[in-house]
Nanobody
Framework: QVQLVESGGGLVQAGGSLRLSCAAS????????AGWYRQAPGKQRELVAT???????KYTDSAQGRFTISSDSAKSTVYLQLNSLKPEDTAVYYC??????????????WGQGTQVTVSS
């Protein structure tokens, strides 16, 4: 039973903040590398941020300086801190991760998505 479970989405005013979580749900699971994507109505899914197995991070231009991707020390949960939100950030946000049990690679998984809505 391997799943990525997302939480933290909601409705906020422009300029507000949210913290999204993506947890590997299952026994003795860890995340080796992960990314956050978003998909707005009528648009293609786009990559927002990534974190490598060594902790290095990358961001798309629109997210740079406003969003922060991170993980806990056990590598069981990945976060996306959203600051200075704009209406154009409104989308369903999805996490994607490579999951391991101990050091055995179980494969790549998607979360179920969490809605972020930013009002002006």
């Amino acid at each position: 039973q391997v799943q990525l479970v997302e939480s933290g989405g909601g409705l906020v005013q422009a300029g507000g903040s949210l913290r999204l979580s993506c947890a590997a749900s299952g026994s003795a699971l860890s995340i080796s590398a992960a990314g956050w994507y978003r998909q707005a109505p009528g648009k293609q899914r786009e990559l927002v941020a990534t974190i490598s197995s060594t902790g290095s991070t990358k961001y798309t231009d629109s997210a740079q300086g406003r969003f922060t991707i991170s993980s806990d020390s056990a590598k069981s949960t990945v976060y996306l801190q959203l600051n200075s939100l704009k209406p154009e950030d409104t989308a369903v946000y999805y996490c994607n991760a490579d999951i391991r049990r101990t050091w055995y690679n179980l494969g790549n998984y998607w979360g179920q998505g969490t809605q972020v809505t930013v009002s002006s």
